[in-house]
């Protein structure tokens, strides 16, 4: 689930509890992390400590940048070592796993993403409390972690130990290293046993390579996002995972909402084309339903959807309707033969494009309007193209907002539109 910030003066802050983004130990590199804090001593004063680590600005092209290090933006690292669906594509699923699950120390390097390994992030900070711990994700294999299987519980050569952070098994957590400054193993033992059913330090080995939680089976071990520097070797198609049920809900002018069965899929992709044209990737989703916008009114349209890593189903088309006449476009129709040269012509399909926004000396029929204010806050926060991400992205000069991922798509293109109100776009920008 995306965090909710707000930057509220030079802080980015955390909607639901305060916390503040604040650069590791405030040095202003490339490469170095973030945390998201908040004192127990002091709230907001010392939680919002000015002009510092803490102090962002936002770009005109979208980007974040430190206060005091506008050289540097805000990115994706290293995917960090996290619990994901059992189905994922993005599921770790280890070189040595036999050796690993006998008990063997080897390297955590990846036959599910050659090249790639679980690495340590970062050195261990100085302590938190009683702990000493290092982040863990995935990066080049000549850095890989080397480990084993000890009875149920996942722990390196140095005796720490992989463990959810916080204790906690969900969706989305990652793992660490972790080792007690003062009583190894045994307090974190006794941590283990206090959530009882929970059982967070005991994994399950399975034989095709992957690592589950005991009591979460449903779920993996694996990367938070796709990872970059490993080929991923191209997977055959599973069997029984062709599309069923595709089927058009409903036609607009412009867009088009479809829907199939869901299935054990996690994820679907969908296309478009035009008839006669290139199939053209629209989005990925994870639920049945998706509604494809952005389209040409009067165009014929075909689309097809398949499960990630699955076959495409039989395409399905739909006819677009033109968009209707206004008045004053049907009395240019009605007098056009009485006027049969034009002091000037707008371009080719233009005019039919703006539903006879011009007249016949080039000048608009529209009434003078004010630039479109920024979209403001509806009944859902989904993203109105694929019906499945938040909207955090808003379209330029409109204010119509999608998630980042569909606005992306979108405005890949030379030339785009907003795919709520049509209206040319002449940027995006990420709002929070």
């Excluded at 089976?217 to 191209?234: D, E, K």
């Excluded at 240019?332 to 006027?339: G, V, W």
């Amino acid at each position: 689930m995306a965090m909710r910030v707000r930057l509220d003066g030079e802080f980015l802050v955390r909607e639901h509890d305060e916390r503040v983004l604040d650069i590791a130990w405030w040095k202003y590199e490339a490469g170095n992390h973030l945390s998201i804090l908040r004192s127990t001593a002091c709230h907001p004063g010392h939680t919002r400590y000015g002009n510092g680590g803490r102090s962002f600005v936002i770009n005109s092209d979208g980007t974040i940048s430190p206060k005091l290090a506008q050289h540097l933006v805000l990115g994706a690292g290293k995917p960090t070592f996290s619990f994901v669906p059992a189905g994922s594509p993005l599921v770790c699923r280890f070189q040595q796993a036999a050796a690993l699950a006998a008990g063997q120390q080897v390297p955590l390097t990846l036959a599910s993403h050659p090249g790639l390994a679980v690495v340590q992030l970062h050195e261990p900070r100085e302590a938190y409390h009683e702990w000493h711990y290092k982040a863990l994700g995935i990066g080049p294999d000549r850095n890989a972690v080397v480990a084993s299987r000890q009875g149920s519980m996942f722990v390196d050569r140095a005796g720490w130990y992989v463990c959810p952070s916080h204790l906690n098994i969900h969706q989305g957590n990652h793992t660490d290293l972790v080792v007690n400054r003062f009583n190894h193993p045994a307090r974190l033992h006794e941590e283990h046993r206090k959530h009882g059913g929970k059982r967070p330090l005991d994994f399950v080995f399975h034989a095709d390579g992957s690592v589950a939680p005991a009591s979460a089976p449903y779920l993996r071990l694996g990367c938070s996002f796709p990872p970059l520097g490993g080929a991923r070797p191209a997977a055959a198609a599973p069997a029984g995972r062709t599309l069923r049920g595709l089927k058009i809900e409903s036609v607009a002018q412009t867009e088009v909402t479809l829907a199939w069965e869901q299935g054990s899929a996690q994820s679907f992709e969908v296309q478009w084309r035009k008839t006669g044209g290139a199939w053209q990737n629209f989005a990925t989703v994870r639920r049945s339903k998706a509604r494809v916008s952005g389209l040409d009114a009067g165009g014929a349209y075909s689309f097809r959807v398949r499960a990630t890593g699955g076959e495409w189903s039989q395409g399905v088309s739909a006819q677009l309707s033109a968009p209707a006449p206004t008045p004053g476009r049907r009395a240019e129709l009605r007098n056009s033969a009485a006027q049969p040269e034009r002091d000037s012509q707008p371009e080719p399909g233009i005019d039919a494009a703006l539903g006879g926004a011009f007249n016949t000396s080039g000048r608009s029929n529209l009434p003078p309007q004010a630039e479109p204010a920024p979209e403001r806050s509806s009944g859902t926060d989904e993203c109105p193209v694929c019906l499945d991400r938040a909207r955090d992205t808003a379209f330029i000069p409109c204010g119509h907002q999608t998630c980042a991922e569909c606005a992306g798509r979108i405005s890949s293109a030379r030339s785009y539109r907003c795919p709520v109100c049509r209206q040319p776009s002449s940027g995006t920008l990420r709002v929070f």
